[in-house]
């Protein structure tokens, strides 16, 4: 057997069929690298093996063993290559923040309380901006909220929006709804570092304790559309509702409880938000092998306790 055969055969088990890398796969053992400092540093190694492989297989007479299953070898540790050079210029996107409200009323049904503003410049909303009252035009509040935030996507910059419901039902639960938004935002500039690939796309909550009752201009399968392209493009929408049947009120409007359009049940506004900020992270912090993770666990579908145990049953199912 030629050194060269050898050498394909030592290196071809750690490196990935495509990057970046889904672990939660059948994997071959040993498992293939998932760092890319480390994974360069293989694709290093295994070059100055393959280069000593061939003048020895040369100098000693040995024919030419790259079958086409080594040659597929070689091209795919080129294309990684490639793709690792490409990160490595990438830069770090930039957190930007849209906190918006809705309800019926004298006020547009949509309202940007902060827009596209960088994370750090964030300001915590305050009572004297949260005033509910009027109904719930959900659709049409949905349609205009996720239509805005996508209007200002860039490769360099990573949305998170969220959308809170200020109709006359939520009057009660004020001060936990704005303490739960501002905990929510918090929590993001904990994060250290944000995917690169996280560029371009958005993470987007929208929060609710009632149901659609009011729309005039969006209907459920607009919003469903909507919704659907946000899944193609790798944003992911989390619909939450509180204190109502989250999993039957999402799934009408396209909140399939995917792993990029989840449908929350929660028992109030603030246990969900405190789970999604977990949710939040995770994505900002990975956002592939997040995606991968919870379509494994079938999380996009889920539901969330007072003391923020999450569930995979509905417990405000009716």
């Not at 490639?82 to 309800?103: A, G, H, I, Y």
């Not at 990029?260 to 977990?278: E, K, P, W």
């Amino acid at each position: 057997m030629c050194v060269m055969s050898m050498v394909m055969d030592q290196y071809k088990p750690y490196i990935p069929d495509q990057w970046p890398y889904n672990p939660i796969q059948p994997l071959p053992q040993p498992q293939p690298i998932q760092d890319p400092a480390q994974l360069q540093e293989m694709i290093d190694a295994f070059h100055k093996a393959v280069a000593a492989a061939e003048v020895y297989d040369r100098l000693t007479g040995q024919p030419d063993c790259i079958d086409p299953e080594k040659a597929e070898l070689l091209k795919r540790v080129a294309k990684l290559e490639k793709q690792l050079k490409k990160e490595k210029k990438m830069k770090r996107p930039k957190v930007r923040v849209t906190l918006s409200t809705f309800d019926t009323g004298p006020r547009p049904v949509y309202r940007a309380i902060r827009e596209h503003v960088k994370l750090k410049d964030f300001e915590e909303i305050t009572l004297d901006e949260y005033q509910p009252s009027g109904m719930t035009p959900l659709y049409d509040a949905v349609f205009e909220f996720v239509e805005s935030v996508r209007s200002h996507a860039t490769e360099n910059e990573v949305q998170v929006g969220l959308l809170l419901d200020e109709s006359g039902s939520m009057a009660g639960q004020r001060e936990e709804v704005i303490s739960g938004a501002n905990e929510y935002i918090d929590a993001i500039r904990d994060i250290k570092k944000i995917d690169k690939n996280a560029g371009g796309k958005g993470f987007l909550v929208i929060t609710t304790d009632g149901y659609e009752n009011t729309s005039r201009k969006h209907t459920a399968s607009e919003v469903a559309k909507l919704l659907g392209e946000c899944e193609k493009d790798g944003w992911v929408v989390v619909y939450l509702g509180a204190g109502i049947d989250g999993w039957a009120t999402g799934n009408a409007f396209g909140a399939t409880g995917s792993a990029n359009l989840q449908t929350v049940s929660a028992s109030s506004t603030r246990a969900g938000l405190r789970s999604t900020r977990g949710h939040t992270q995770s994505y900002l912090s990975d956002s592939s092998n997040y995606l991968v993770a919870a379509a494994a666990a079938g999380t996009g579908m889920r539901s969330v306790t007072e003391d923020g145990e999450e569930l995979l049953t509905n417990i405000n199912a009716t």
